[in-house]
């Protein structure tokens, strides 16, 4: 786990800090050794690595959109 930067070394270094998110790094910036926030590229988590991570680990069965069987159906009316 990366070790939370102060705020007030956040404030002096931010271009150094940004330098390194935009590099890869993930940045926690905190007070007391307790991270507030993270600082990350722009792009993390964005785009085409994130599509389809799921392609072919799912199966969805012939009746998915099927009705609901009346005794569940009464289930949820008892709500």
């Known amino acids: 786990m990366n070790?939370?930067?102060s705020?007030?070394?956040a404030k002096s270094t931010l271009s150094q800090l940004v330098?390194?998110?935009a590099n890869g790094e993930t940045i926690m910036i905190g007070?007391?050794?307790k991270p507030s926030v993270?600082?990350?590229s722009a792009d993390a988590g964005v785009g085409a690595k994130r599509?389809?991570?799921l392609a072919?680990?799912?199966v969805v069965?012939?009746?998915?959109?099927?009705p609901l069987p009346d005794d569940v159906l009464a289930l949820f009316e008892e709500l």
């Open 3 to 5: 070790s939370v930067i």
């Open 56 to 58: 072919g680990k799912l």
């Open 19 to 21: 330098k390194r998110a």
């Open 7 to 9: 705020m007030h070394t």
């Open 61 to 66: 069965p012939d009746n998915f959109d099927a």
């Open 38 to 40: 993270k600082l990350v």
């Open 31 to 33: 007070a007391y050794g």
């Open 51 to 53: 599509m389809g991570v």
